[in-house]
Structures are given as structure tokens and as C-alpha cells.
């Protein structure tokens, strides 16, 4: 039978009549109905609250569905009424050594919804008796129920110990449980300050053996605490990425690309070339079969895979003809496919790709449109054997008159005449022929650039600016920027033909304009035209810097960072999530033996985080002292160091010494030596306390 009936409002009299009728209610099945209608009730938004000592009173009967209903609606109103809460207490302990285990992880899973200080209070040693439960169904609702009190009082939680008991967890025998204490853990790490989560070989072996029998969240979550590992050993990243790999055919979307996430991370401490060429290529067919599944989950697969080309661009050199556009495809899926393809473009797959963006500039969705004459352009200047061709082809989108893709072939085209100059200047006179046609301020700037750039080759180059310079005063800055500048090279260029056009602009550009940007510039320009000509021409015909595609290159450190948040809303965004998320902590490459030297372009060295130096030590006995072990001026203590990241010229043995050995030394070079440092914050000289970090090496 439908529950629908119960969604209707109820009178509050008529639902105390039902739960306290006298009448047998064999198996308890009024009050279940009763209070089907008090909660369908409250979430439709209506006030049950003066139900309150009615529906407690149901706390008593030993049935779990009555017990479901009784806690949802004490979670629902114990925040705007705590002492509803304090009442049922009693029956928490009761309910929490039932013989039922069901029944057990029912009432320490509701305490912990309950935010209130004394239901808090008492759930301390049921939860840490829970926690060591014999039945596994208890001991997992347990683990989350420390995760959900940290939330509310964490310093209640390193106080009672909790942590450590969690930590224990993690070799439970049963696969359930060591899923949610990881999950556990790792939210704990994410917001605590001074708590990490640090993850040995030993341990980590161990949780990948327990993937096989987890859930597929349990898998994720397991996957997501393997970015705990920091590989010490030349080959432990090896032996760890392969055996996740098989993770990789797993038929939930979420397991594959946590999987990858980790795979590329472990990549970073790989030795080898050919192992990582390996990992590349077992990379491939999971990325591919994304492609495969609904257009949300594609998006998310082409918005990661977007990132992984740009550090690994080999893992999907030979699949480009997957990422062609589907007629049915949406909108924003073509538009992700499109950034792929022409990452992925070379000069062996040059041909279909500009075949397919010429097709694709055909079609009826201008965004897409717009996007793929951009493309064909783009194509143009990362790959100069097919310049010619794409030159041909946007001359072709020209002809058709339409109005946007003649303004976007334009502004591509101004980029294709600084990448190859006096190259395809013989189609200027093809453009001029579209004058009328634009009304977009980038292509009005673009074309007002070729005018200005080629006068001399122009015969009516003055005519025409003199036509844009009719509505000056109403364009926009980006367009007046532009007919300002053109018009200073049209006059160095012919003087005659801009003599008459150049007293008009300059005039207009300091005295009738707010942009200081615009004033400022024609300034400059007057001074120099009026006091040495021969300086305004090195100045304003000065050669052009080399324009590469390597400007729409994501910054290397940002694309780190970002590829240790594959699978999460910071790698659709292409955002950090400190960004957008308050109080994350950023996440870096832990420096180690096995690291790689990431060299970015900046000259030899390695980028290194300084928060990442290890602060767990000895504490002579083989085992790791945690918070409280050592006094706070011990020397093996060390402070923890801003967020921030140093590129230190210094071999990567010298900078792991540093950070294993010698952090003050450190810390004294980085200040001295460092041009790149974003934060000069003194440490060298700081003492750390005890309760600085608490860092759990498993």
C-alpha cells in the first residue's frame, strides 16, 4: 500500500487520540501508522512539536521502526527545543545496550544527530563501548559518530581519545568498518588545524586488501585516504598503483576516477619513465568508458580529464576521435569536448580535428559555433604546418556572412597574423569587406588592430578609421584603446593620410574621457609625437611579443594542486578549493626520497610545500610520540609553517635533509635565498608548543 495517504495534514488532537488509544493494537500497527502521519507531517513543514510527550512515550516499545520514527523526530526538534532531548536520555543508554544491534547503532547514530551539551556529555562512553562492539554494523556506525561529534565539540574528541581508538579501526577484520573509520579520519584530518592524517606502506597495504570487499563508497572512501601515503622507498608507489589499478574497471564512476586521482599522485614518486608510460596507458580505457555513461557524469569525466592531459598528455594522444561531438551531446559536454580536442590536436591528427571544427562551425547553437571557429584559429597558431589550411578555412566561414562567425574568424585571425607576420596579410582585403558587420567590441578591436598594424598596405586605411572614429566617444574602452593606438600608426606610418585624424583623437582620449587607462595613454602618445617622433615610432612599432598557445596553459602550480582533487568540485571548477571553500586545507606534494623533481619552466629545482615537512618523530622506542609526548621545548619538535609554497635552487637531497633534519636551517636559507617566496613571515626563530600538530603516522 501507498504511504501517500499519510501526506495530508492532521489535526494535533486526533494524532494524541491515536497514539494513546486504549484498543488492541496487536504488533503495534496503529502506532505505526500513527506516526507515519506525524512525520510525513513534519516534513511537509507542519508543527508537531506539541506531540512531544506523546511520541516519546513510544520510545518504549521494542519494535525498530517505531524506534526510527520516535529518534527522526526527536533529531527533527531537539535543536529549537533541546529539552525535549534531555528526557529521553534514559532510554539512549537503555536502547544502546539492547540486544539488538540494530537498535544499538540506531540510538548512538541519533545522539550524535542531537546537538545539545548534556545528550553530548553522555554520549561519550556509549559511543566508545560502541566502538568496540562485537557486532561490525555497530562498531561502523560508531566510526561516523565520532566524525559528527568532532563537528560539534572537537577538542571533546582528542580529549576522550576518540582518535586513537579510530586508528585501531583501521585493522578491524571486517572491511565495513575500516571503510568508515578511514572516512572518519579522513574528515577529521580535512578540518582539523592540528590534526594529519599520515598513512605507512604497512597500513596501506592493508586497506587496499580490504577494497575487494568493501562497498563502492567504501572503496572511494578507502581510495581517498590513500592520498595519505607518502611513498619513502623506491617502488613502494609502484607496487601500491598496481594494486589499485584494478579499481579502474570498477562500474561506478565515482571508484574510477578516485582511482585516478590516486594513480596520478602516486605517479609523482615513481622512478622510472617507463613505469609512469605504464600507468599511462592502464589510465586511458577507464577515461574513455566515462565517456560512455550519462552527459552529467561526462562532464565531470571531461572536465577532470582536461586536467590530467595538461600534466599527462601522452595518457590520450590516440583517442582523440572519442571526444568528437555527438549531435545529441549537451551543450556544456561539446563545449568540455571541444577544450579537449584541441589540447590533444598534433600534426598526426591535425586533419580530422580541423575537418570536425569546420563541421562544427556549421551548426545552429552559437556558443558552440563561436567556440569552434576559436578553435580553428587556436589550431592555427599552436601548429604552424597547419596554418595555411585553417587560414582556408576561416576564409570559408567568412563567406558565409553570418554575422558572429565572420566576427570570430576576425579576432582569430589578428592572432594568426602576430604569430606568422607577413605571412596572410594577401586576405586583409577579404576582411575589409566585412566592416559593417561588427558590433562586438573584441572583434571591432581586432579588426581597428589589423587596420592600424598593416596602414601602410591599406590604401584607404585612414578612411576606414575615420569611419570607426565617428562613434569614439560611445565605444567601449577595449575599442577605444584600439582606434587610439591605430591611429598613432597610421600617422607614423603616413603622416599625411593621419595628420588630420590623430589632434581629434588625442583630444578626445585626454580631455572627453573618464578612463584613466585611455587619458593616460594618450598622454604619452602626445608627448612623444610632440617631442621626438623618432622615440613614438621604436615605442609604438616596437616588435610584438611571441604569441604561443601556452598562454591558455593552467599555472603549473595551480594544475598540481589541482590534480590531487580529481573526483571533487574543485576539479570542475579548475579552482582551488581554498577558493571557494572556507578554511580548506590546500593540499600539496609531500616531499620524500621517491619524489620527483617537478620543474615547471622556472629553472632546475623543486617546489616544495613547507607545511609538509614531517613533525612526527621518535620516540626512541620504534613507535611515534604523539601530542603531550614531549615537552614544548624539545628539540625533535618542530613549529608548523605557514601555508605557502617555496622553489628553492637546491638539489632535492639537500631540501630532503633540510626537512627531515634541519627545518630551522631551512627556514633561515629560504629567507635568504628565496626570490620566489610569497610569504616572509619569520619562523626560524619561533618556538612551538606541544599542541601545535598533532600528526598520527599509521
Known sequence: MSDAKFFQRGKIQELRLELNSDKKDRNHTRKKATLKKIVANMTMGNDMSSLYPDVIACMAIPVLEVKKMVYLFLINYAKSKPEMALDAINTFRRDVEDPNPLIRALAIRTMGYIHVDKVTSCLIQPLRHCMRDQDPYVRKTAAVCVAKLFMQDRHLVENAGFIDLLRDMLVDSNPSVVANAVAALTEISERSDHIQLKLNM???????????????????????????????????????????????????SAVVLTAVKVIVYLMNYMSKDEDISNMCKKLSPPLVTLLSSGPEVQYVGLRNILLVIQKHPEILKNDIKIFFCKYNDPIYVKMAKLEIMFRLASEHNVEQVLSELKEYATEVDVDFVRKAVRSIGRLAVKIESTAQRCVEALLELIQTKVNYVVQESIVVIKDIF?????????????????????????????MIWIIGQYADRIENSDELLDDFLYTFLEETVEVQLALLTATVKLFIKRPTAGQDLVPKVLKWATEEVDNPDLRD????????????????????????????????????VLLEELLLHIASLSAIYHKAPTTFIPHCKPRFLIPSPALRRQNYGYGRGTLVH???????????????????????????????????????????????????????YYDQRINTENPYRTDTTGTANSKSTAGDLMSFDL
Open 418 to 446: 602576430r604569430k606568422y607576420p607577413n605571412q596572410y596579410e594577401s586576405i586583409i582585403g577579404v576582411l575589409c569587406e566585412n566592416l559593417d558587420s561588427l558590433d562586438e567590441p573584441e572583434a571591432k578591436a581586432a
Open 610 to 664: 613547507q607545511d609538509s615537512f614531517s613533525t612526527v618523530h621518535s620516540n626512541g622506542n620504534g613507535e611515534h610520540a604523539h601530542q603531550g609526548d614531549e615537552s614544548p621545548n624539545s628539540p625533535t619538535m618542530r613549529e608548523p609553517q605557514h601555508q605557502r609554497l617555496s622553489y628553492h635552487e637546491q638539489s632535492f637531497d639537500q631540501i630532503a635533509e633540510a626537512s627531515i633534519g634541519n627545518q630551522e
Open 521 to 556: 595613454r594618450g598622454y604619452i602618445y602626445w608627448r612623444l609625437l610632440s617631442t621626438d617622433v623618432a622615440a613614438a615610432k621604436a615605442v609604438v612599432l616596437s616588435e610584438k611579443p611571441h604569441i604561443s598557445t601556452e598562454t591558455d596553459n593552467m599555472d603549473p
Open 202 to 252: 604497512s597500513i596501506a597495504s592493508k586497506l587496499v586488501t580490504a577494497l575487494n570487499e568493501c562497498s563502492e563508497w567504501g572503496q572511494t572512501y578507502i581510495l581517498e585516504s590513500l592520498m595519505f601515503v607518502v611513498p619513502q622507498e623506491p617502488g613502494d608507489a609502484e607496487m601500491l598503483a598496481e594494486r589499485i589499478a584494478p579499481r579502474l574497471q570498477h562500474a561506478n
